[in-house]
């Protein structure tokens, strides 16, 4: 009987370790980010777009705009206008549809093409 209670006792002791490397992977995952974009031609194009009207911007001159909300560490953000998961396929949803993704919002549709779009989350979702 002990040799059972034995491994019935590593077995546990085995599937809390699991659970808890588990926990600590999960909280460690990093922020969303793009592997694809040029955050550098991004952040130009913050200023093309004229984002900075509406939005703070960070390193960006003059988008000192108070209408939308500030982009300020916009990379650790959960959310994209409260309803999308921050990553870079949503985010480049929303710069190219905002209306699409929420009927009424403020955010104009700009008219950014896809490529546009992918440089300028790789921009937003490199601040952090």
């Given at each position: 009987m002990s040799g059972m209670r034995g491994w019935l006792l590593a077995g546990a002791a085995l599937s809390l370790?699991?659970?808890l490397?588990?926990?600590s992977l999960e909280q460690r995952l990093p922020p969303a980010e793009s592997t694809f974009g040029d955050p550098q031609r991004g952040r130009a194009l913050v200023s093309t777009y004229g984002c900075g009207s509406c939005h703070i911007v960070p390193g960006v001159r003059n988008a000192d705009g108070l209408v939308g909300p500030p982009l300020i560490k916009f990379g650790k953000r959960s959310y994209i206008a409260g309803q999308l998961p921050n990553n870079a396929e949503n985010l480049q949803r929303w710069i190219r549809d905002p209306v699409g993704v929420e009927p009424g919002t403020a955010m104009p549709d700009?008219?950014?093409?896809?490529l546009d779009a992918r440089d300028l989350a790789a921009y937003l979702l490199s601040l952090e």
């Open positions: 370790t699991g659970l490397v588990g926990c700009l008219g950014v093409p896809p």
